[in-house]
């Protein structure tokens, strides 16, 4: 089982910035992929960024340039650093982490979400 906990969500004017945050406990040294995702209303859970165990990140094209994805083993945690904010960033932003579950299959898990707002 891994438990995910995100902070740092909050309401921004448009060309700010805010640092999201999610910290893993329990089977942490089985996690694999960690990232990013988000959900405004009405629309599908759209991948934000993502950083596997090595290091290697990517990203979603509407965040290339403005978003940065880092991951502390040490801490057990992963961090989504947003600049340059935009109206259309509002969303609900979800930490997910992938990790094997006891019996072999890969498994998503999903932290409760925090609101990120933007206003113009």
């Known amino acids: 089982q891994v438990r995910l906990v995100e902070s740092g969500g909050g309401l921004v004017q448009a060309g700010g910035s805010l640092r999201l945050s999610c910290a893993a406990s329990?089977?942490?040294?089985?996690?694999?992929?960690m990232g990013w995702y988000r959900q405004a209303p009405g629309n599908e859970r759209e991948l934000v960024a993502s950083?596997?165990?090595?290091?290697?990140?990517r990203y979603a094209d509407f965040v290339k340039g403005r978003f940065i994805i880092s991951r502390d083993s040490a801490k057990n945690t992963v961090d989504l650093q947003m600049n340059s904010l935009k109206p259309e960033d509002t969303a609900v932003y979800y930490c997910k982490a992938v990790a094997p579950l006891p019996w072999g299959p890969q498994f998503d898990y999903w932290g409760q979400g925090t609101q990120v707002t933007v206003s113009s």
């Open positions: 950083i596997t165990r090595g290091g290697s990140d």
């Open positions: 329990g089977r942490i040294s089985s996690i694999n992929d």
